[in-house]
């Protein structure tokens, strides 16, 4: 298994933490960008209607559409993940990164050609200048980071928010058709059922094909 494969557990994000602010612009972009790109697959893999190991090996393979942060940019805007502006967020720290990766010259994020693509990252939480390795971090440097933890935090929230809708609807559907079933036609008990599994397939993902019958 490819290490940039690996689903980070929780006891490598101190680890993480301390490189990012603790190194040099360049192994910062390169770190931080990393981490994007692994938590940006696993949030698309969450909404895939196959996921299966098997199939996710595949499209982390050669040419795969989780083969390349590019790819997985924009598979995960045409599956409506996420809107424009994370799109643009995201390929704009991608070209950053590129950029650190492939300059054979010194530059850091005081560089112009970085400090203004950095500048382009839109709806970026401050950073909290309350800690003394952040406040001591370039502006541009720190607005990239501040960039890349709130997409992280998102990819791992969003799910959670989307699960806890489902659930929702699905006691909505359910809970009153119970209270109710003397009084609605079958019909209507019906379609409640089907809007409910329907629901229930969102949540784990699966195609089911369970007929209400009740």
Same mark, same amino acid.
């Given at each position: ?24 612009? $360049? ?25 299966? %190991? ?23 805007? +045409? ?21 650190? &990766? ?16 950095? +500048? ?15 406040? &001591?971090?370039?502006? %541009? ?7 890349? &933890? &709130? ?11 989307? +699960? ?37 397939? $969102? ?12």
């Amino acid at each position: 298994m490819k290490l940039s494969n690996r689903e980070l557990e929780e006891s490598d994000l101190e680890g993480l933490t301390k490189e990012v602010l603790h190194t040099s612009d $360049r192994t910062a972009a390169i770190v931080l960008t990393a981490w994007v790109e692994r938590e940006l697959e696993q949030w698309i893999v969450t909404v895939l209607p196959r996921n299966d %190991p098997k199939t996710i090996k595949k499209l982390q393979g050669r040419d795969g559409a989780l083969s390349s942060f590019y790819g997985k940019i924009h598979l995960g805007f +045409a599956l409506g993940v996420y809107d424009e502006v994370t799109r643009d967020n995201l390929d704009i720290i991608r070209g950053v990164r590129n950029e650190f &990766a492939h300059a054979a010259q010194p530059i850091s994020f005081e560089t112009d050609e970085i400090s203004s693509e950095v +500048a382009k990252l839109k709806s970026v939480p401050r950073g909290d200048s309350s800690c003394p390795e952040v406040a &001591a971090l370039s502006e %541009p440097r720190r607005r990239f980071t501040s960039a890349c &933890a &709130a997409l992280v935090v998102r990819s791992r929230l969003e799910p959670v928010r989307e +699960a806890l809708e489902l659930f929702r609807d699905i006691h909505d559907v359910i809970y009153p058709a119970t209270e109710e079933f003397k009084t609605l036609p079958t019909p209507e008990i019906e379609d409640r059922f089907k809007r409910a599994i329907t629901a229930l397939q $969102r949540l784990v993902g699966g195609k089911s094909q369970v007929t209400p019958n009740p």
